[in-house]
């Protein structure tokens, strides 16, 4: 864990008076992951502009300001080499290898460091592979090196994939085994046999949720169906002081919709939602009234009517469309809002 302050001087008449300091964060290191406990920082560009008075709290966000990362982005690099490279001195420099990479592997494992300088190759192939950041694959590398195995990209492979499959990495006989072609073909067959399980597994898991959304569909038709036959009962009471209006002119009549049999009529051979959208269920849609423009017998357009501001929400042709006849259909019913206020009030007051 480093942990680091931030010193600041106060002085008067231009001599120190005093020199006070502040912990602004802890830098841990654990399994190789970096973890910030850190005062927040102020908005800006200034990577030291602290919030005194803001309690160390856990950093996860990316990038500067109130969160914290790896210090490579926060501009603490020289600080913070300055400080770990004492314990790292030995590492041996110039071999290609990030100098970051090494630290956090020998952090993990001293087993790394000894790798580092025997084989800086079988390192590159374990940093490749993930293997230096996780440490039940670090185990089998203890292991693999101290029974003088080869650490080669096969050996990589077959880590993994044991890893995979819940081997024992501790154990000589599975990662250093005497016959490594044997041992890996041995691994690939678990790896399929497992894939084929949970492929399995899946397909089971896929099935029982398709098998309750299934379920749920039947319910909710179910549901919508027993809905359909409620209203098909209460939309006729509820728009029943309606009914006798007829609006006409120029050959146009305007009459109110009386039933959910006629909602789906008009939906289907008009091509638009009035009944998919379920206009007719006054819970939904409680200040509705929807009517039908005919000539000739005829639809024309369907219109809905708010029935507590009283103006003409729409008016639809076919596939939601207009008609020739839709400014004059539009104006009749304006014309005849007092009516459809009248019936509306009257019956209420009743």
């Not at 490279?85 to 090494?102: A, I, S, T, W």
């Not at 819940?166 to 790896?191: C, E, T």
């Amino acid at each position: 864990m480093i942990r680091h302050y931030y010193q600041y001087a106060t002085f008067k008449r231009k001599k120190l008076w005093k020199v006070d300091y502040l912990e602004v964060m802890q830098q841990w290191m654990k399994d190789g992951r970096y973890v910030f406990m850190a005062r927040n920082r102020a908005m800006g560009y200034v990577n030291d502009s602290w919030c005194w008075n803001s309690p160390l709290s856990v950093k996860r966000g990316y990038g500067h300001c109130s969160s914290l990362t790896d210090p490579r982005d926060i501009g603490y690099d020289d600080v913070y080499y300055q400080r770990v490279q004492k314990r790292f001195r030995y590492l041996p420099k110039g071999n290609g290898l990030r100098v970051d990479e090494m630290y956090r592997a020998v952090n993990i494992s001293p087993i790394y460091e000894t790798i580092i300088k025997a084989d800086a190759a079988a390192f590159r192939r374990l940093a490749r592979h993930d293997i230096i950041y996780n440490t039940k694959m670090t185990a089998a590398v203890r292991v693999a090196w101290r029974h003088r195995q080869e650490l080669t990209t096969d050996w990589c492979d077959m880590v993994e994939m044991m890893n995979f499959v819940g081997m024992d990495l501790h154990n000589a006989g599975y990662v250093a085994p005497d016959d490594m072609k044997a041992m890996h073909d041995y691994v690939m067959v678990l790896v399929r046999q497992k894939r084929e399980r949970l492929r399995r597994q899946q397909e089971e898991r896929d099935r029982i949720r398709l098998e309750r959304l299934r379920e749920l569909n039947i319910q909710r038709d179910a549901e919508k169906a027993r809905k359909r036959e409620e209203m098909k009962l209460t939309y006729p009471v509820k728009r029943k002081k309606f009914f006798g209006l007829i609006i006409d002119g120029k050959g146009i009549e305007i009459r109110v919709l009386q039933s959910v049999d006629e909602f789906a009529e008009e939906g289907a051979e008009m091509c638009h939602c009035v009944y998919a959208n379920e206009y007719y269920n006054l819970e939904k849609h409680p200040t509705s009234l929807i009517m039908s423009a005919r000539r000739n017998g005829k639809r024309l357009e369907t219109i809905e009517v708010d029935l507590r501001d009283y103006y003409v929400v729409q008016s639809r042709a076919k596939h939601n469309g207009v008609s020739k006849y839709h400014d004059y259909i539009v104006q009749l019913v304006n014309d005849n809002m007092e009516r459809i206020k009248e019936l509306n009030s009257r019956r209420r007051a009743v």
